[in-house]
Nanobody, 125 residues
């Protein structure tokens, strides 16, 4: 299973970006999918997750109301729409897939099985 993230870039405060993550091989429609981010010198942290059907979504508190996670199972693609970006959102963003999720595993990094290579998001003030 390979994950390829794209869509990062440089944007001003208040701007928007849309990240994409294409999953090659595997059973995308069965995976819980998530986005994490890592700033320099920081731990990789949970951002958002979506269940296999897209019915349930979860967000880290600081991105609620600004970011939207979604998926297209027909295209094996995960998205993260990021609006009202702030300098604190600057990080490398990673997509990840979890094969056997539980009701509480969506934000637990060690339980994710596959990871993309990351895409850089930089928000200037």
């Amino acid at each position: 299973v390979q994950l390829q993230a794209s869509g990062g870039g440089l944007v001003q405060t208040g701007g928007s970006l849309r990240l994409s993550c294409v999953v090659f091989e595997g059973n995308f429609e069965n995976y819980l999918m998530g986005w994490f981010r890592q700033a320099p010198g920081q731990e990789r942290e949970f951002v958002a997750a979506v269940t296999w059907s897209g019915q349930h979504t979860y967000y880290e508190d600081s991105v609620k109301g600004r970011f939207t996670i979604s998926r297209d199972n027909a295209r094996n693609t995960l998205y993260l729409q990021m609006n009202k970006l702030e300098p604190e959102d600057t990080a490398t963003y990673y997509c990840a897939a979890q094969m056997s999720p539980t009701s509480t595993s969506y934000n637990y990094r060690p339980l994710y099985d596959y990871w993309g290579q990351g895409t850089q998001v930089t928000v200037s003030s």
